[in-house]
């Protein structure tokens, strides 16, 4: 979805990842590219779609966002929550205790520069900038940071001998915010994400993975009554740092979402329905 102000030039780009088989954007013929939850090939992904939508001189903010998401507002709303700051959208927290910084990562990256947060940011020119042309940064994620292995994959590699003392880091969630940390830029992100995720925390039966999956709505689930109370959300706690983000736009205090995660199929068909009866 590739759209454009009538007023301005200026454009806003979506980048679409679908973890599943491919990933592309309307306007861009579509890449394809493997990705695996948890992989350094997530980061690669975000790279290409990157590179490409760079191309085009015009587009100021990347947006990146999942195939499960919707928008909660129309385009200029959106369009002018996100150009009426001069930076970029990152979720981004230090978090040291979860133990997924593995040491050696020091001296290239310093525990001090390591963040956590969502992958599904809001890039401005110059951030998009530095991500593709990091070459420090990554090489250290795709020695050091990687997914512990999970029995679902265990197909795939070999078994590990103790699962149990086995690093684990999930690169896409800390990669952006903790390369604009190193660099020096994270005075210039505004530190939130922007699409709303519902994590599951009660679900899943083996405790030390609850709430690493996000919860996905279904038909049942998709009422007004969701989508508003996802809307009037206008803070956001982040529990390791104390802070709490009172969420602004233009000065005045504003929603916190712009979009919304994980919606089936059936449950977006419902809410389209719901517009357009
Ligand atoms: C877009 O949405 C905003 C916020 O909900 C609303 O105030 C505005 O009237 C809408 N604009 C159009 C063109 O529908």
Same mark, same amino acid.
């Given at each position: 979805?590739?759209?454009?102000?009538?007023?301005? $030039?200026?454009?806003? &780009?979506?980048?679409?990842?679908?973890?599943? =088989?491919?990933?592309? $954007?309307?306007?861009?013929? @579509?890449?394809?590219?493997?990705?695996?939850?948890?992989?350094?090939?997530?980061?690669?992904?975000? +790279?290409?779609?990157?590179?490409?939508?760079?191309?085009?001189?015009? /587009?100021?903010?990347?947006?990146?966002? $999942?195939?499960? =998401?919707?928008?909660?507002?129309?385009?200029?709303?959106?369009?002018?929550?996100?150009?009426?700051?001069?930076?970029?959208?990152?979720? $981004?927290?230090?978090?040291? *205790?979860?133990?997924? #910084?593995?040491?050696?990562?020091?001296? %290239?990256?310093? %525990?001090? /520069?390591? +963040?956590?947060?969502?992958?599904?940011?809001?890039?401005?020119?110059?951030?998009?900038?530095?991500?593709?042309?990091?070459?420090?940064?990554?090489?250290?994620?795709?020695? #050091?940071?990687?997914? *512990?292995?999970?029995? !679902? &994959?265990?197909?795939?590699? @070999?078994?590990?001998?103790?699962?149990?003392?086995?690093? /684990?880091?999930?690169?896409?969630?800390?990669? %952006?915010?903790?390369?604009?940390?190193?660099?020096?830029?994270?005075?210039?992100?505004?530190?939130?994400?922007?699409?709303?995720?519902?994590?599951?925390?009660?679900?899943?039966?083996?405790?030390?993975?609850?709430?690493?999956?996000?919860?996905?709505?279904?038909?049942?689930?998709?009422?007004?009554?969701?989508?508003?109370?996802?809307?009037?959300?206008?803070?956001?706690?982040? !529990?390791?740092?104390?802070? +709490?983000?009172? =969420?602004?736009?233009?000065? !005045?205090?504003?929603?916190? &979402?712009? &979009?919304?995660? *994980?919606?089936?199929?059936?449950?977006?068909?419902?809410?389209?329905?719901? %517009? /357009?009866?």
């Amino acid at each position: 979805m590739l759209s454009k102000s009538s007023m301005k $030039s200026i454009k806003l &780009f979506f980048l679409l990842m679908d973890p599943f =088989c491919w990933l592309g $954007s309307y306007s861009l013929p @579509p890449l394809s590219f493997q990705v695996e939850w948890g992989e350094a090939s997530m980061i690669q992904a975000e +790279r290409i779609l990157l590179r490409s939508a760079l191309k085009d001189l015009y /587009n100021e903010r990347f947006v990146f966002l $999942s195939d499960s =998401c919707i928008p909660l507002y129309n385009f200029s709303y959106t369009y002018d929550y996100i150009m009426s700051t001069s930076t970029s959208f990152v979720d $981004s927290f230090a978090d040291t *205790k979860d133990g997924r #910084y593995n040491p050696k990562m020091d001296p %290239v990256v310093p %525990v001090h /520069n390591w +963040r956590k947060g969502s992958q599904w940011v809001v890039l401005t020119r110059k951030h998009a900038e530095v991500v593709l042309k990091d070459k420090t940064v990554l090489p250290v994620f795709q020695q #050091y940071c990687k997914r *512990k292995s999970l029995p !679902e &994959f265990w197909r795939d590699h @070999p078994l590990p001998a103790d699962g149990s003392k086995e690093h /684990n880091c999930i690169p896409d969630e800390h990669y %952006v915010q903790t390369l604009l940390a190193q660099e020096g830029h994270e005075a210039e992100i505004t530190r939130r994400t922007l699409t709303h995720t519902s994590w599951d925390l009660s679900a899943s039966k083996d405790r030390e993975r609850r709430g690493w999956h996000p919860q996905a709505y279904k038909f049942s689930d998709a009422t007004p009554m969701l989508i508003k109370s996802i809307k009037d959300i206008d803070n956001v706690y982040y !529990e390791t740092e104390y802070r +709490r983000e009172w =969420c602004t736009s233009k000065g !005045e205090p504003a929603p916190c &979402f712009l &979009f919304a995660r *994980k919606f089936t199929r059936p449950a977006a068909l419902r809410l389209l329905d719901m %517009v /357009n009866p």
